[in-house]
């Protein structure tokens, strides 16, 4: 069965990306438009300027879920990615993405995935203990097991595929029901220091500021927007000096749209002593370090998840 325009489907690959337009891919995306897509290759192919290139909006995880809004002879479709709220659509997240990335909604679509993918990197195995089936698969994978833990290995359904793949039981939990303690969001943050950052990305291959964000909260079962000003508002604002850890920081210059977001590793009465975890583009990899003078100067407020 097809891909079908206003019809919902589901990625079917380990890390999608969602583009501005197909006419933004350029020659080193290729790795990233297969199915499956070798999202490792594609970031370690590209140049610290590549990997700031504007034509990746986001990035969807396997089996995540889209509502096709149209379909291209030239295999592209354009999608609205209903886990990701944002600003631009009331829907969820816009763009664009190859349909052999995507494969038609089953009829458990609705059933609630009740384990998320807790390594950083991962594969899906054939069988337990067998050959790789889908390498690539990444922290904040929802899935839904199609069974009980043997030997050490939790059987899953994969989109696509019609048996249980397998992966090891240690890399998968239980999709947290309770709101995260500022501990449990520091503990899965911190766990993504040192990945490099990719305008867009939202995977331990690569991410961006709000991703991280949107990344962290995902792992931990909350649904957060995906841009840090989508993020900010959705938010509750609580007073500069009253801010905790776990909380956010977002920026903004003046007149302009918040810019960048991070996470509050500390509590810091005193404006000299904040510190904050978060994707930054300017040292291209995700850190925790205190506040420069320079990133005060444009700190807006402090937000509460």
């Known amino acids: 069965m097809d891909v079908r325009q206003g019809a919902e489907a589901v990625v079917g690959v380990a890390i999608a990306a969602l583009w501005r337009s197909p006419d933004a891919v350029r020659p080193v995306d290729a790795p990233a438009l297969g199915s499956p897509a070798d999202v490792g290759a594609w970031v370690a192919g590209m140049d610290a300027d590549q990997q700031v290139g504007d034509g990746v909006l986001s990035q969807l995880l396997?089996?995540?879920?889209?509502?096709?809004?149209?379909?291209?002879?030239?295999?592209?479709?354009?999608v609205v990615a209903v886990?990701?709220?944002?600003?631009?659509?009331?829907?969820?997240?816009?763009?664009?993405?190859?349909?052999?990335?995507?494969?038609?909604?089953?009829?458990?679509?609705?059933?609630?995935?009740?384990?998320?993918v807790d390594a950083t990197v991962t594969a899906l195995h054939a069988e337990a203990d067998?050959?790789?089936?889908?390498?690539?698969?990444?922290?904040?994978?929802?899935?839904?097991p199609a069974g009980h833990p043997v030997d050490g290995w939790h059987p899953v359904h994969a989109p696509g595929h019609t048996r249980p793949l397998w992966l090891p039981a240690a890399h998968v939990v239980s999709v947290p029901t309770a709101a995260p303690t500022p501990e449990q969001v520091l503990t899965v943050a911190t766990r993504l220091v040192g990945v490099g950052y990719l305008w867009g990305g939202l995977s331990a291959y690569g991410i961006d500021c709000s991703g991280l964000v949107h990344l962290v909260w995902r792992r931990l079962g909350v649904p957060v927007p995906r841009d840090a000003s989508d993020q900010a508002s959705a938010a509750h604002r609580v007073p500069l000096g009253s801010e905790r850890a776990g909380d956010l920081y977002s920026f903004a210059r003046p007149g302009s749209r918040i810019h960048h977001i991070g996470i509050v590793t500390a509590a810091a009465p005193d404006p000299t002593e904040r510190r904050m975890l978060h994707a930054c583009y300017?040292?291209?990899r995700v850190l925790e370090e205190p506040l420069t003078t320079e990133?005060?100067?444009?700190?807006?407020g402090a937000h509460r998840i």
């Not at 067998?130 to 839904?144: D, E, F, K, N």
């Not at 990133?295 to 807006?300: K, N």
């Open 282 to 284: 300017r040292r291209r």
């Open 295 to 300: 990133r005060t100067a444009t700190l807006v």
């Open 130 to 144: 067998g050959p790789v089936a889908l390498p690539g698969v990444v922290l904040g994978t929802r899935l839904t």
């Open 62 to 78: 396997l089996g995540e879920r889209v509502l096709v809004t149209e379909v291209r002879p030239d295999g592209w479709a354009h």
């Open 83 to 116: 886990e990701q709220p944002s600003a631009l659509d009331p829907r969820g997240y816009p763009g664009w993405l190859p349909t052999s990335q995507l494969t038609p909604a089953g009829v458990d679509t609705d059933a609630t995935p009740r384990v998320v």
